[in-house]
């Protein structure tokens, strides 16, 4: 990715973090802010380091392959309670761990609304379509929807907190521009 | 009526359903896009709210497969992709309007209402 893109990346990456968190509390009926928003260059060993760091038990993991524009991936992640707090919300009546497939229906819907809610923001800007793939929901080892990226292979990743203020809820996103399925940022 | 919601998150079209059924619509539902076509075709429904991003065939494939069968298919896209290019798309192969998702449930009667009118 040349220079200049990669500053587009970062400045377009803050509204359209914006512009996901908004269509999560609209969607969810919680008031989300986004927290912690981070933009990164770095080799995927590093990355993939931190994201264990952060999230040593996600839980459950939302992941859209992106194309269009260019290849992406995006993450969401939840842990345990935070995905049944969240599901709970959105169905309107407490639900039980582990998710029923209504429950992970719905966190696969959160994927879907939130991360398309940030590609159309890019979209939008470029006057082209950056279309998501269909979600895919995880619920063990969520960084083995990354296993083929090369742990020296340059990348930029985006990620921030989505957190409802006073209450025990938060989620993670992540977003890895990739210029194809297995390589890294050129 | 009978509307035919289109979408292949479960959660979604019980969403819809509910706010649907407690306005007195009667919902068929399909999970793909080539559900939703085998569905119309069978059961013709008065009018079709569509996801886009869905497996085996996409909201827009179906557009068109449908509109093959019925030129005067109502059709409403209900998507997160709200693109501005999408939605020129979706316009020019036929829909009738485009919800994005999340969307407000008064935006969504107010749409079927307009059509039905």
């Known amino acids: ?186 | 009526m009978n509307i035919l919601i289109v979408d292949d998150a479960a959660f979604m079209r019980l969403r819809l359903k509910k706010l649907l059924e407690d306005q007195g619509y009667q919902i068929q539902e399909a999970a793909n896009g080539r559900e939703a076509v085998e569905r119309y075709q069978a059961e013709r429904p008065d009018l079709v709210l569509m996801d886009i991003t869905m497996p085996e065939m996409s909201g827009i494939e179906a557009l068109q497969a449908i509109r093959q069968i019925d030129s005067g298919v109502k059709v409403i896209m209900v998507s997160a992709l709200g693109q501005q290019a999408m939605v020129i798309q979706a316009i020019q192969a036929g829909a009738r309007d485009f919800i994005v998702k999340p969307y407000e449930p008064q935006r969504v009667l107010d749409s079927i209402k307009k059509l039905m009118a």
């Open chain 1, 1 to 186: 990715m040349k220079i200049e893109l990669q500053g587009v990346w970062e400045r377009v990456s803050v509204p359209a973090l914006a512009k996901a968190g908004m269509a999560l509390s609209q969607l969810s009926g919680l008031d989300f802010s986004v927290t912690e928003t981070d933009i990164i260059a770095s080799q995927w060993a590093a990355v993939k380091k931190k994201m264990v760091d952060k999230n040593p038990n996600p839980g459950y993991a939302v992941r859209l392959g992106a194309h269009g524009l260019f290849f992406a991936q995006i993450m969401l992640l939840f842990s345990d309670q935070n995905g049944q707090q969240l599901v709970s919300r959105m169905i309107g009546e407490t639900v039980a761990l582990p998710l029923d497939d209504l429950g992970l229906s719905a966190l696969g819907e959160v994927g879907n609304v939130v991360g398309t809610a940030f590609l159309n923001v890019f979209a939008d800007l470029f006057q082209g379509v950056w279309e998501p793939t269909v979600p895919e929901v995880l619920t063990t080892d969520a960084l083995k929807f990354l296993s083929g990226v090369h742990d020296d292979t340059p990348i930029l990743v985006t990620e921030a907190v989505f957190q409802v203020t006073g209450e025990n809820i938060d989620s993670q996103i992540i977003v890895i521009p990739l210029p194809n399925e297995q390589g890294g940022i050129a």
